[in-house]
């Protein structure tokens, strides 16, 4: 990973990107195995499942610390995150990190400020800089040799969650045939329409959370809060809030707005799996109720400047 500010490219390499075109290609197989509603609810669970962890795990806990969690745990979350086929949670925080620092800079390769719809909602993660994010965010993260190896070879959980949903549709057409589904659906519903949609969910904060709703904090950026983004994601569609005080574990700041990731934690908290969970300091609740939020005294977030400076 290199030490200097990412720069924005707007190249998209075209061959490196071919495994990732693919999986969008690969939507055409849905002419051959059809639809059921046993299918769709196979692909809606295994989406909720992987953005929960890409949200409370990926975000919440790799990029910000948020809250704390056992080394065991936070390997098992990794490995979760990583079946999302996002690469690996150092790659993933390290970009994040990088975003909280520049966030519609010059600096920030997926600002559709600077860079427009397709390259900040996907089009950044096809060019040769993406796969190369500052290394000086993550020192915190590369101290574990476990996270590093899924980082390095990020293509072995996905191709092994594959596996297990084509041999789970072998099971369930076999031993339960009036599901009315087969194996090759089940994959294609499970696998590929999932993680396309988990995709495409994640990037909407980048790109949606950017252009549309509401900006309760002057952050010095484009970030807002989005309720029905917030209902995709479990939560990360309250981006103004969170660009605020990326410190909080929960990211609907008030009762009424709904995050399903927090939720989730909040369980895992309860049963002893995570701990120390954050909270939204009663003064950010005071400032975003009058509608004057300054913006933060660190632009980045005490947790982002903890990470860069540890050793």
Same mark, same amino acid.
């Given at each position: 990973?290199? /030490? ?15 495994? $990732? ?13 059809? $639809? ?13 499942? #992987? ?15 948020t809250f704390k969690t056992s080394r065991w745990f936070q390997f098992v979350m990794g490995v979760a995150g990583s079946s999302a086929?996002? &690469? ?19 600096? !920030? ?29 993550? &020192?915190?993260? #590369? #101290? ?6 899924? !980082? ?65 904090? &002057? ?5 807002? /809060? ?14 103004? /809030? ?70």
């Open positions: 990973m290199s /030490n200097q500010p990412l720069p924005i490219d707007r190249n998209v390499d075209w061959g490196s990107s071919i495994p $990732f075109l693919l999986m969008h290609v690969s939507l055409v197989s849905l002419f051959w195995v059809g $639809f059921s509603w046993a299918a769709l609810g196979i692909a809606v669970f295994f989406y909720l499942v #992987r953005m929960f962890a890409i949200t409370g795990f990926y975000h919440r806990y790799f990029s910000h610390k086929v996002q &690469k690996g949670p150092i790659w993933w925080a390290a970009h994040h990190r990088h975003h909280h620092a520049h966030s519609d800079d010059e600096h !920030d390769v997926h600002s559709p400020r600077r860079l427009g719809f397709w390259m900040s909602h996907v089009g950044w993660v096809m060019t040769n800089e993406s796969a190369d994010p500052p290394s000086r965010y993550v &020192k915190d993260l #590369r #101290r574990y040799p476990e996270l590093g190896f899924i !980082d390095r070879f990020y293509l072995i959980v996905p191709v092994l969650f594959g596996a297990f949903v084509l041999g789970l549709g072998f099971l369930i057409e076999r031993f339960l045939p009036s599901w009315g589904t087969t194996a090759g659906q089940v994959f294609v519903w499970g696998f590929l329409v999932s993680t396309i949609a988990l995709y495409h969910g994640t990037y909407t904060i980048n790109s949606l959370s950017h252009k549309f709703g509401r900006q309760r904090f &002057k952050t010095g950026d484009d970030s807002r /809060n989005n309720f029905w983004l917030a209902l995709l994601t479990l939560g990360e569609g309250w981006h103004n /809030n969170h660009h605020f005080y990326p410190g909080s574990t929960r990211q609907g700041f008030y009762w009424w707005e709904i995050d399903l990731a927090y939720y989730g934690l909040r369980v895992l908290a309860l049963c002893g799996l995570i701990r120390e969970l954050n909270p939204v300091p009663a003064r950010v609740k005071a400032l975003g109720r009058a509608g004057n939020g300054e913006r933060a005294e660190s632009p980045v977030g005490a947790d982002i400047e903890r990470a860069r400076t540890e050793a």
